[in-house]
């Protein structure tokens, strides 16, 4: 058996390994991708599956975060620097979206009800 801390049984041991497990709190903003994200420009916003991490948009363009159909209210949407990009909740029939505000890259999260999290890495180009 291996040895434990005074005070502590195995099993307390266990508990507190799965407690103090690291949580997420953002994404590695310094990866960057070997291919192009998809751009959403001023003119022609960019719809992003729920799988891809790495977002590219212009100042003043959309990415519009797909969720599943019907559950477009139901997304809380924020954004680490709302001076680098601007989010929009969803609305019936509108995705969850994201609007570059300044040039630069921030992480946006989304989370359902259920506690589902996304999360995005948004690179806003000039």
Do not use: H
């Not at 949580?23 to 916003?45: H, M, V, Y």
Request: net charge negative; glycine share 10%.
């Amino acid at each position: 058996m291996a040895a434990l801390a005074a005070g502590c049984t195995a099993q307390d041991s266990a508990e507190g390994a799965a407690s103090s497990a690291p949580q997420p709190t953002s994404l590695p903003s310094e990866f960057i991708p070997e291919t192009p994200a998809p751009t959403g420009k001023a003119d022609a916003p960019v719809v992003v599956p729920m799988d891809e991490l790495l977002v590219t948009v212009t100042i003043g363009g959309i990415a519009e975060f797909e969720v599943p159909a019907g559950e477009e209210t139901d997304w809380a949407i924020r954004s680490s620097d709302t001076a680098i990009v601007e989010v929009i909740p969803g609305s019936d029939g509108q995705f969850p979206s994201a609007k570059g505000v300044a040039e630069g890259t921030t992480d946006v999260f989304m989370v359902n009800p259920a506690g589902d999290q996304v999360g995005y890495i948004v690179t806003v180009v000039p």
